[in-house]
């Protein structure tokens, strides 16, 4: 089982440009979402989805955009990168069966914008 | 709004002894859920425990335990003979109880252990 697959692993952009994180599932998980992590503090939560086209925004959404077209896939957009997007990302996919409730998290995207 | 709260930004201890890692929470909601997760110095995620607001019954599972008391918000973690390879941050987070993808992170303790 891949399980969370996120990609690239490191990137380097400069302040302006723009690209896109890609995090895709092989569980069919109903619930994805994308945390980012800065040094010394824990995850926070940028966007999440309940299901295929169902998006919302977590507690620190400002300039990144996310779409779920399908179950697998979860990409974040950052639109116009800045150095304050200088951080870890997560993509995490969870489900939620009765009294279960399970996240799981990929291997992390390390993101620099200079 | 959720929050959680670790107040032991670093802890230190030496290889056999136990440690406890302390987190405390708020929330409005009445049924919820509960984890503590480990992050190594290679920067993964690795889930350890979960817990859910109606069973406060604690366990035990190998070399971890752990203590949840709705009257008092809190939900520690306890490390019995600790090992260098448990060196890691642990995060405590929270989230609702129908969207484990929602959760929110406390910052995070740094556990050291010394050989």
């Known amino acids: 089982n891949a399980g969370v697959t996120q990609t690239p692993k490191f990137q380097v952009l400069k302040t302006g440009q723009s690209m896109t994180l890609q995090c895709a599932q092989d569980?069919?998980?109903?619930?994805m979402s994308w945390y980012r992590q800065d040094p010394g503090m824990g995850l926070r939560l940028i966007h999440y989805?309940?299901?295929?086209?169902?998006?919302d925004q977590g507690e620190v959404p400002n300039g990144y955009n996310v779409s779920r077209s399908t179950t697998e896939d979860f990409p974040l957009r950052l639109l116009s990168a800045a150095p304050s997007q200088t951080s870890v990302y997560f993509c995490?996919?969870?489900?939620?069966?009765?009294?279960?409730?399970?996240?799981?998290f990929g291997a992390g995207t390390r993101l620099s914008v200079l | 709004a959720q929050k959680v709260t670790q107040a032991q930004t670093e802890i230190s201890v030496v290889e056999k002894e136990d440690v406890t890692l302390d987190c405390v929470y708020e929330?409005?909601?009445?049924?919820?859920?509960l984890f503590w997760y480990k992050q190594p110095p290679s920067g993964e995620l690795v889930f350890l425990i979960r817990?859910?607001?109606?069973?406060?019954q604690n366990e035990i599972s190998g070399r971890y335990s752990w203590n949840f008391q709705k009257s008092t918000s809190s939900f520690n973690f306890t490390i019995t003979a600790s090992q260098v390879v448990d060196s890691a941050v642990y995060f405590c987070?929270?989230?609702?109880?129908?969207?484990?993808?929602?959760?929110?992170f406390g910052d995070g303790t740094t556990l050291t252990v010394k050989p």
């Open positions: 995490a996919s969870s489900y939620s069966l009765g009294a279960k409730n399970i996240q799981y």
């Open positions: 989805s309940v299901g295929a086209g169902i998006t």
């Open positions: 987070a929270l989230s609702e109880r129908t969207n484990a993808g929602k959760s929110t």
């Open positions: 569980m069919n998980h109903e619930y």
């Open positions: 929330t409005r909601d009445t049924t919820y859920y």
């Open positions: 817990r859910n607001s109606f069973d406060e």
